[in-house]
């Protein structure tokens, strides 16, 4: 069965320390990895996914096959940063499970001034 | 707003009564997912189209839950004899499938249930 684990509900920092959302996951295959972020009274929205290995608003995130871990950092985190963020997975693309995301339980990140 | 978009946004119901909820994609997706959101808890997959077909429905979804995208465009969710468990965010997403290029899922803002 397919499972993404966000160890943390809640995590604080302070602008511009750095910041680390941990996210784990189980998937027998090739997943692709997404972070999902909702500020607030928005819509989900995504923030990136592992096969774009890009740096959307300074936040980047590594896939460890290794360690099955998805984990969202960023060297400087800002007050504007602050918001909702779900780790999900889904099936490769052309793979019956594709499109059908799987989410954890979200982190909840509060940037103090 | 041309994103997803849901309607309506609230609807407080009595335990016992249907309901139903649309959904309007974005006009050229043809993949259109419906989630369920409990209060701490991240999205849950309840069933999937592509275009008009229904191609999957999560365990989740018991036979109160009933959803159709006639002419794969919009959808609809309908729950029969709504029980206080039902009492959730629902929401819909839709993309383009995996071969059109982006398979990014657009989320609409979802439609809050409370059953009493």
């Known amino acids: 069965a397919q499972r993404v684990t966000q160890p943390e509900k809640l995590l604080s920092v302070f602008k511009g320390a750095p910041v680390e959302l941990k996210c784990n996951y189980s998937?027998?295959?090739?997943?692709?990895l997404f972070w999902y972020v909702q500020y607030s009274r928005q819509r989900l929205q995504l923030l990136l996914r592992h096969i774009s290995r890009e740096s959307i608003k300074g936040f980047t995130a590594d896939l460890n096959k290794g360690e099955t871990s998805f984990h969202l950092k960023k060297p400087f985190a800002q007050e504007e940063d602050s918001a909702m963020y779900y780790c999900?997975?889904?099936?490769?693309?052309?793979?019956?499970?594709?499109?059908?995301?799987?989410f954890g339980q979200g982190t909840i990140l509060t940037v103090h001034p | 707003d041309t994103g997803v978009s849901q309607d309506p946004r609230h609807k407080i119901t009595k335990r016992g009564q249907n309901v139903t909820f649309r959904c309007d994609p974005i006009?050229?997706?043809?993949?259109l997912y419906w989630y369920r959101q409990t209060l701490g808890q991240g999205p849950e997959f309840l069933t999937y189209f592509q275009n008009e077909a229904q191609l999957e429905k999560s365990r989740l979804l018991s036979n109160r839950f009933s959803a159709e995208r006639p002419k794969g465009s919009f959808s609809t969710l309908e729950i029969q004899r709504t029980e206080q468990g039902d009492s959730a965010m629902y929401l819909c997403?839709?993309?383009?499938?995996?071969?059109?290029?982006?398979?990014?899922?657009?989320f609409g803002q979802g439609t809050r249930l409370t059953v009493v």
């Open positions: 006009s050229e997706h043809n993949r």
């Open positions: 999900a997975l889904s099936g490769r693309p052309g793979g019956t499970s594709y499109g059908k995301l799987t």
């Open positions: 997403a839709s993309s383009f499938d995996w071969d059109r290029g982006s398979t990014e899922a657009f």
């Open positions: 998937y027998s295959g090739s997943p692709e």
